[in-house]
Nanobody, 124 residues
Framework: QVQLVESGGGLVQPGGSLRLSCAVSGRIVRVYAMGWYRRAPGKQRELVAAFTSGDNTNYADSVKGRFTISRDNAQNTVYLQMNSLKAEDAAVYYC??????????????????WGQGTQVTVSS
C-alpha cells in the first residue's frame, strides 16, 4: 500500500557528488518524518540525515557540511545531495518514512517504511 523507491546511487570518485531521491507513493495521509540511513559492509545501519518535526533536520556528524537533505512535499519526495564524497561514505543508502496512510477504511501510522536501498560506491 505504501512504497518508497530510491534512485540516484552509483559509482563516484572521491570528492565527487551524487544526488539520491526517494519517492513515496500510495494512499498517504500525512508524512511525519523522512530520512536517509545507510549500512556499510560489516557495520550497523546509521542515520545519515532526516527531517524530523516540521522543517527540522538532523545530520550525522560525519556528513555535516557535505550532505544536504531536501524535500518536495507536493511530490512526497525526499532528496539527499551528497558532495565531497569519501570512501567511508560507501554504503547502501535507505530511505525511511514515518507516515500515516489509508488501509481499507482505517488510517494507520507506521514509522517503519523503508525503501529497497540504493548502492553508493566511492572509489577511484
Amino acid at each position: 500500500q505504501v512504497q518508497l523507491v530510491e534512485s540516484g546511487g552509483g559509482l563516484v570518485q572521491p570528492g565527487g557528488s551524487l544526488r539520491l531521491s526517494c519517492a513515496v507513493s500510495g494512499r498517504i495521509v500525512r508524512v511525519y518524518a523522512m530520512g536517509w540511513y545507510r549500512r556499510a559492509p560489516g557495520k550497523q545501519r546509521e542515520l545519515v540525515a532526516a527531517f524530523t518535526s516540521g522543517d527540522n533536520t538532523n545530520y550525522a556528524d560525519s556528513v555535516k557540511g557535505r550532505f544536504t537533505i531536501s524535500r518536495d512535499n507536493a511530490q512526497n519526495t525526499v532528496y539527499l545531495q551528497m558532495n565531497s564524497l569519501k570512501a567511508e561514505d560507501a554504503a547502501v543508502y535507505y530511505c525511511n518514512a514515518d507516515l500515516s496512510y489509508y488501509s481499507n477504511t482505517r488510517i494507520l501510522r507506521n514509522s517503519d517504511h523503508w525503501g529497497q536501498g540504493t548502492q553508493v560506491t566511492v572509489s577511484s
